[in-house]
């Protein structure tokens, strides 16, 4: 089976460098992202590709090379599913908000529209990719939709999990670890799917690195990598704390322990928590999925990460507090990062959320300066939790253009996104222009002890 149109619903974060990067190494296939978001579509087309909807370093001159040749962004929905033979299905799948589950399990009620809109459309054979996690055995439902509700034709479903990290998609996409794909391996035409899509990866990724599964293995997979990766980071967080009682240091530990080559250094920096749009989200499905088949053990164990690390979080914004003598109500905090982590502007669980909310809880002013986060999404990201009215947040938030901007004047400094334009701060500036005593919060342990020892700072580094 050849494949000569790919169709992907969704054109985020995941969708949008993925599709980017597979029309650029497949010249011979064309790639049509759609999406219900006008706006969305609209950025990718701008005619300046600055201005595509998401940050990721190299993604604007990859997506410069291939859109209009072999790559299209658009919201013919309808249109693009028809067309294609290989459709991937990359839409949000956010935890829920509401009944069963809430709280906890994966809505997963874009990717049964999807799916009903699949089946409406296709005329002919279609091979349906799942590109968003999903709780497992989510191609049962998929499938059951499909071949209920269609017109017909052979649908085959197949696992592709993302593996890639924002900030460094582009390099990942290219060179992955592995390439994962699940289907239904035990079927002739299951196979030629599985075989299809491996033959797209092909066109740059070794064979060696493209692992094929069933698909129930696939989609644990991306949930257990996960979870195995933010276990690390609450792991590390759980002894930062431990060292700052002790007076150990935690990135002395976390190097000692890393060289361990069965343990290995990646994953080991301790920092304010982890956020982003996937850990938390992929354990508490986990969580979800192990309870309902009452393997209560199994559930409390994972559980135990996310408890881990929103304790990190609001130790870290609670220390603040106390620091400042145990009141900051009045004071002017300046925030320094909004992204859950560097070279993104994606503010999903961002940990700068969850530490200004409680400061703002605490009555105090904040700054925020995020090299790449507008202030629209910032004021989203605390309207959103719902704490204080938009209006309040709007009065006691300010967003400003520069970190020495967001520094002056103010009380304190939080470092809670590890951008390296803050590591080449000119600090003892931003010192002389703020209040007396300055302190300064470092939740990513990004800068030297010596040099704010040295500039004069009340000083706090997580772990020491
Ligand atoms: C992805 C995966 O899909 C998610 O499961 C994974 O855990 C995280 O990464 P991401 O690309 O980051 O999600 O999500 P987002 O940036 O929100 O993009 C999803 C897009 O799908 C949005 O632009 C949204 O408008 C679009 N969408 C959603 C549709 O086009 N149709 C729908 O029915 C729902
Ligand atoms: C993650 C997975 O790495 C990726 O494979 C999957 O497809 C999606 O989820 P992402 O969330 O984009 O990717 O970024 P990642 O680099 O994993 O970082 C997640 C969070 O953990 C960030 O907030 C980061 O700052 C934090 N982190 C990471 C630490 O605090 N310490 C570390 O040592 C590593």
Redesign the pocket.
Known sequence: MKITNICC???????GPTMAIIAQKCPHINVTV????EK?IAAWNDDDVNNIPIYEPGLSDIVKEARGRNLFFSTKVDEAIDKAEMIFI????PTKTYGIGKGMAADLK?IE??ARQIARVSKTDKIVVE????PVRTAEALKNILENTGNGVNFQILSNP?FLAEGTAVEDLLAPDRVLIGGDIDSERGKEAVNALVEVYANWVSKEHILTTNVWSSELSKLTANAFLAQRVSSINAMSELCEKTGADVNEVAKAVGMDTRIGSKFLQSSVGFGG??FQ??ILNLVYIAKSFGLNEVADYWEQVIILNDHQKRRFASNIVKTLFNTVSGKKIAILGWAFKKDTNDTRESAAIYVSDYLLNEQAEIVVYDPKVTAEQIYADLDYLGSRSDSENRSLVKVVNSAEEACKNSHAVAILTEWDEFKELDWQTVYDNMLKPAFLFDGRRLLERATKEKIGFEFYAIGN
């Open positions: 619903i969704g054109a985020g974060y995941v969708g759609v999406d219900i978001n969305r990359s839409v949000n799948t874009f529209l999807c590109k968003s996690t999903l993302e749009s996937c989200k992929d």
